[in-house]
């Protein structure tokens, strides 16, 4: 089965400044998908970028960028310039290229200090 | 993208009683699903919503206490039967289109 490790509980960053947060994840299949979720406090799970495992290129959106490393089974968020609506749950997951279930990590609090 | 609505956004019901929450896509999908998300934790998947069949539905959930109906491809219901205060939860509506899967806004249940 596949798992998705956010080692980060909670994190925080300086207005304006930059952020990475981190996701691994452990899976046998070639094919599948990889996402970010943003959950404010309204608590709407908000599609942030998402992630084709077999495009090598990183995905971006905006200010919010990707690294993924498909051998070593990572794919972390980087945030620039980071805005005080930043504030929220961002929780990684992963789907298989199939189309089944969607698994989530456990979820990073981003804090962001004015 | 699809847009998700929910109703009702949250309601405080007695023990004992069922809730029956609504999901509204605003396009046709293949998949839906029912999530429950504890305050703090992570989304745990209930069911998975099959158009014109029973649900699927993961291990610890059972059709007796989690009912589903999903008559059309842009609408599906949950009813929390029998409610307890472990029922309590927010309860987020999903919808897929091809590889991306968006979320309604939530029910947030209270279980008194």
């Known amino acids: 089965a596949q798992t998705v490790t956010q080692s980060q509980p909670e994190m925080s960053v300086q207005e304006a400044e930059t952020v990475t947060l981190s996701c691994t994840y452990d899976t046998s299949e070639s094919d599948y998908y990889l996402f970010w979720y943003k959950q404010p406090p309204s608590r709407q799970m908000i599609l942030v970028i998402r992630?084709?495992?077999?495009?090598?290129q990183n995905a971006t959106e905006n200010r919010f960028s990707v690294n993924f490393q498909k051998a070593a089974k990572s794919f972390s968020l980087k945030i620039s310039d980071s805005q005080l609506g930043d504030a929220a749950m961002y929780f990684c997951a992963y789907l298989s290229g199939g189309y089944q279930k969607v698994t989530f990590g456990i979820g990073t609090k981003l804090q962001v200090i004015p | 993208s699809a847009v998700i609505s929910q109703k009702p956004s949250r309601d405080i019901c007695q023990r004992g009683t069922s809730l029956t929450i609504q999901c509204q896509v605003d396009?046709?999908?293949?998949?839906m699903f029912w999530y429950r998300q504890q305050p703090g934790q992570s989304l745990t998947l209930i069911a998975t919503?099959?158009?014109?069949?029973?649900?699927?539905?993961e291990s610890g959930f059972v059709i007796d206490k989690f009912p589903i109906s999903r008559p059309n491809l842009t609408f599906s219901t949950l009813t929390v039967s029998n409610m307890s205060p472990e029922d309590s939860s927010i309860y987020l509506c999903?919808?897929?289109?091809?590889?991306?899967?968006?979320f309604g806004p939530g029910t947030r249940l209270t279980v008194t």
């Open positions: 919503a099959n158009q014109g069949s029973e649900a699927t539905y």
């Open positions: 992630q084709e495992a077999y495009k090598q």
């Open positions: 999903s919808a897929r289109q091809g590889g991306e899967q968006y």
């Open positions: 396009s046709q999908v293949t998949m």
